[in-house]
């Protein structure tokens, strides 16, 4: 993690430097029925801002847009206590073979719905209109932070240091999800 400290864009987030830094333990899943992991470059865009802002990179998978895989390989990272979060990239867009969306949000704890609003508002100073074409959205499960991005380069830059690096930085306030995780089971 570098030891410069950039201020959230959103307008009343900020970071507090006497708090302390805690890492979090982050699984990265791409989504493609065409990129490998040699050419996953929104994937590699994830791992390396993880990596770069002092998180742990606790794996990395690519799948095919099979609903029944991608939900299997997110309940295994929310069981593994080595994995506090998951960010998926690709398969939310509209098309026949996008899935992710139907593979997660079943399994969903709970939705965080607030994630899908501000993600567009962002998309929307990126791409306008096109951002209607995402499904991107967000959950618990089983106490793992579950975030799904579209699959395109500018998607994963703008989901990551715009939206999802910040609520997952300890030290950003007036809260953050990170000091919500030791209370994500809570019954």
């Known amino acids: 993690m570098t030891d410069i400290i950039e201020q959230p864009p959103a307008p009343g987030g900020k970071i507090v430097p006497e ?14 029925d065409t990129r490998t992991l040699e050419n996953d470059t929104s994937g590699d865009i994830l791992a390396e801002r993880v990596a770069r ?14 609903a029944s895989a991608i939900r299997k390989q997110v309940l295994d990272w929310a069981a ?9 990239t690709g398969g939310t867009g509209l098309t026949g073979r996008d899935v992710t969306p139907e593979a997660v ?16 508002m962002v998309s929307y100073q990126s791409v306008g209109l ?17 975030f799904c991005l ?11 240091d715009k939206v999802i690096r910040w609520q997952l930085d300890s030290r950003h306030a007036p809260c953050n999800m990170v000091e919500l995780m030791p209370r994500l089971k809570e019954v």
């Open 19 to 32: 708090r302390a830094f805690k890492p979090v333990r982050i699984a990265v899943l791409t989504v493609s």
């Open 53 to 66: 802002d002092g998180h742990v990179l606790a794996d990395r998978v690519l799948l095919r847009d099979d």
């Open 80 to 88: 593994d206590p080595e994995v506090d979060a998951v960010i998926s």
């Open 150 to 160: 579209p699959g395109s380069n500018g998607a994963c830059k703008d989901g990551w």
């Open 105 to 120: 949000m079943p399994i969903f704890d709970k939705h965080i719905e607030g994630f899908a609003v501000v993600w567009h």
């Open 130 to 146: 096109s951002t209607l074409q995402s499904r991107a959205c967000a959950g618990v499960v089983d106490g793992t932070f579950v």
